[in-house]
């Protein structure tokens, strides 16, 4: 199983910000990385696939990074409705994994 | 448009049984893999099932395997999971998905709570 490890488990960002959330697999997942944004109490939203590919809708504030082993979603400029959770998921092998997830909080 | 609404959630003593449903529309269910994933209450996401377009391949995570079954039927639009031998550490909301491995459809979840 390809465990998916995400640093920092938490951080506080000030709206307007630039953030930098990292993901990292235990082996290679070549380019096969999303990331999904989770609001409290809602179903996962998809951001980004193929490591840095825009989901339909998702703004472009939004991108995608890295290959291998190690990838980066990074956030341009906060907005209010982008704090959540954000986990990283690879879809390399079975079983499909997901990364404990950052949480963004407003500073 | 695309639309996902899962059923059958509720509190089941373990040991017990539950089958949950997905009724999917606004698409080609036939056309599309299929996929469960849960959350444990303040925890992080875990894949638990994908079945392919005409259930001829499934896929499952280890800790459900031998208890859990993902099934379909492409004439109702309908996805579902049969859960078996439930534990407590089943406890969790179930989300369906469409597609096999990377997801922008998903429902808004059934809770499952296994519990003496």
């Known amino acids: 199983e390809i465990v998916m490890t995400q640093s920092p488990a938490a951080l506080s960002v000030s709206p307007g910000e630039r953030t930098t959330l990292s993901c990292r697999a235990s082996?290679?997942?070549?380019?096969?990385l999303a990331w999904y944004q989770q609001r409290p109490g809602q179903a996962p939203r998809l951001l980004i696939y193929?490591?840095?590919t825009r989901a339909t809708g998702i703004p472009a504030r939004f991108s995608g990074s890295g290959s291998g082993t190690e990838f980066t979603l990074t956030i341009s400029s906060l907005q209010s409705e982008d704090f959540a959770v954000y986990c990283c998921q690879q879809y390399n092998n079975w079983p499909l994994t997901f990364g404990g997830g950052t949480k963004v909080e407003i500073k | 448009e695309v639309q996902l609404v899962e059923s059958g959630g509720g509190l089941v003593q373990p040991g017990g049984s539950l089958r949950l449903s997905c009724a999917a529309s606004g698409f080609t269910f036939s056309s599309y893999w299929m996929t469960w994933v849960r959350q444990a209450p303040g925890k992080g996401l875990e894949w638990v099932a994908s079945i392919k377009q005409d259930g001829s391949e499934k896929y499952y995570v280890d800790s459900v395997k031998g208890r859990f079954t993902i099934s379909r039927d492409n004439a109702k639009n309908s996805l579902y999971l049969q859960m078996n031998s439930l534990r407590a550490e089943d406890t969790a909301v179930y989300y369906c998905?469409?597609?096999?491995?990377?997801?922008?459809?998903w429902g808004q979840g059934t809770l499952v709570t296994v519990s003496s």
């Open positions: 082996q290679s997942v070549s380019s096969n």
């Open positions: 998905a469409r597609e096999g491995s990377v997801w922008a459809y």
């Open positions: 193929g490591t840095s």
